[in-house]
């Protein structure tokens, strides 16, 4: 008898909570070919202008592939490690900083080092635009992650105009 009654106070609750209905289709923002490719080419020419010889990699919200820039005379490894963080840092949704900072040996997230495709070395970050993820910038080549990171800001911040849309 307790049995029953709980099974339909439980009914009754469900019933009296409707599920909350999911919409079909979903909406986001992307950055277009045309912006991805300029804060390749910011982060690159801010790189550049300090000496440096890196590949830059932009992907879309999802972690795929926007646009690789390679400098001539960067390491044939900086495409891989510039995709890498850039596909970290979306998939993620926060910089391989961040992430090197929290994935400590003996942290609680140390598990995420050896997740296939994860490069945790600073120099990957986010790009928002009207609070919504829309992409991510890894770069490689600069001595350190530290720097490799100032590049990518500095290209998010040359197309932060071009961001609002």
Not at 7 to 16: H, I, K, P, Q, R
Not at 50 to 57: I, P
Not at 70 to 91: I, L
Request: charged share 15%; proline share 4%; glycine share 12%.
């Amino acid at each position: 008898m307790l049995a029953r009654t709980l099974l339909a106070a439980t009914v009754l609750l469900m019933l009296a909570h409707p599920a909350m209905a999911q919409e079909p289709l979903a909406t986001y923002k992307s950055l277009s070919p045309e912006l991805a490719l300029d804060l390749a080419r910011a982060s690159h020419g801010d790189c550049r202008s300090r000496g440096y010889q890196v590949a830059v990699a932009v992907v879309d919200r999802f972690g795929g592939t926007q646009v690789i820039l390679r400098d001539r005379f960067a390491g044939a490894h900086t495409v891989s490690t510039a995709s890498g963080k850039a596909w970290t840092a979306a998939t993620f949704r926060t910089s391989t900083t961040e992430l090197n900072a929290v994935s400590q040996p003996g942290m609680l997230q140390a598990g995420i080092r050896n997740l296939p495709g994860t490069v945790i070395i600073g120099g990957g970050l986010i790009v928002e635009a009207g609070g919504s993820l829309v992409g991510a910038v890894g770069v490689s080549g600069a001595p350190g992650g530290d720097a490799d990171e100032a590049c990518a800001r500095a290209g998010i911040d040359a197309i932060r105009d071009k961001l609002e849309f």
